[in-house]
């Protein structure tokens, strides 16, 4: 049986930076603090946790000679004043790319547009983003995007996971419904590859594994990317989870795994992997 892993799965460099980050802020300070999970990985939490990265639910939790870690998905602004005001310390472990995304919607409101996002409700990333500018329409589907009424002026970002389909599926819509738009397509470079190798594996291997926390968006993203194309694929989020069934008369297995998916979780996957097809052949790396 052969076994092709994606180059790209796992960490993006904004998680990966995010997490060295609070892993030398653990050491330095002996307890750093963070308002909600670091990223969206339960082992990644935990793992933390150990090393003195403590989660809490508001700044006053934080003792004054404490840092606090703005997470990589973004904070909004009324946070990073009132972190200031009592003059905690700063450490900012923000994804570049998800700033970028925060002064793209300052730039489009700054033209006189409505804004929109294109993203998942209630998700850290997509809250941050839309606390740049003031009422922000967000839009997750098309039945969304076709429940709006008509506009005159609008910009669009998109959380930086989103899948591309789902992005055109609802610039379609708001194309007919807004006289002037302009979209800025924030969709990161590290998902759009993830997302590509994902498709192309899905399409030539017999089964597909995705590794990724149920709570990690882009983790469920490259799932369903894949079961659109394989219906022999599942999602787990350890080694534990694989079932010796599904291997059975298996000649290629794809893996990947999402952007706050550790490196030591896919490597327990493609070791079971191996024990169950009783290979003992190198994995190959699917560019």
């Known amino acids: 049986m052969k076994i092709l892993v994606a180059k790209d799965a796992g960490y993006c460099f904004g998680v990966r930076d995010a997490v060295k980050l609070a892993k030398k802020s653990g050491a330095d300070y002996d307890e750093v603090y963070m308002l909600g999970d670091i990223v969206h990985n ?34 909004d602004p009324e946070t990073w004043k009132a972190a200031q005001k009592k003059k905690l ?13 925060h002064e793209e919607i300052k730039s489009l409101e700054k033209e006189g547009r409505r804004t929109i996002i294109i993203g998942d409700h209630n998700h850290d990333e997509v809250v941050g983003i839309a606390a740049q500018v003031k009422n922000a329409i967000i839009i997750s589907n ?12 609008a910009g669009v970002v998109s959380q930086s996971t989103q899948m591309i389909e789902n992005v055109h599926e609802i610039l379609n819509i708001l194309s007919e419904k807004v006289y002037d738009l302009r979209f800025v397509n924030t969709i990161c470079y590290p998902t759009r590859r993830n997302h590509e190798q994902i498709k192309k594996l899905a399409d030539t291997c017999d089964l597909m594994v995705v590794i990724g926390s ?17 219906k022999n694929s599942f999602q787990v989020t350890c080694a534990d989870e694989l079932k010796k069934s599904w291997f059975s008369n298996i000649g290629s297995v794809g893996i990947s795994a999402g952007a706050s998916t550790p490196d030591d979780l896919i490597a327990d996957v493609i070791s079971k992997v191996k024990l169950f097809s009783k290979i003992k052949v190198k994995e190959e790396v699917y560019e």
């Open 214 to 230: 149920y709570t990690s968006a882009n983790s469920k993203r490259l799932t369903q990317l894949s079961l659109d194309r394989n």
């Open 89 to 101: 310390n700063i450490i900012d472990a923000t994804c570049p790319l998800v700033t970028e995304i």
């Open 142 to 153: 098309a039945e969304e995007a076709l429940s709006l009424k008509k506009m005159k002026r």
């Open 42 to 75: 339960e082992q990644v939490v935990s793992d933390l946790s150990k090393k003195g990265s403590k989660v809490v639910k508001n700044l006053d939790e934080i003792p004054k000679d404490k840092p606090v870690l703005f997470r990589a998905h973004g904070t």
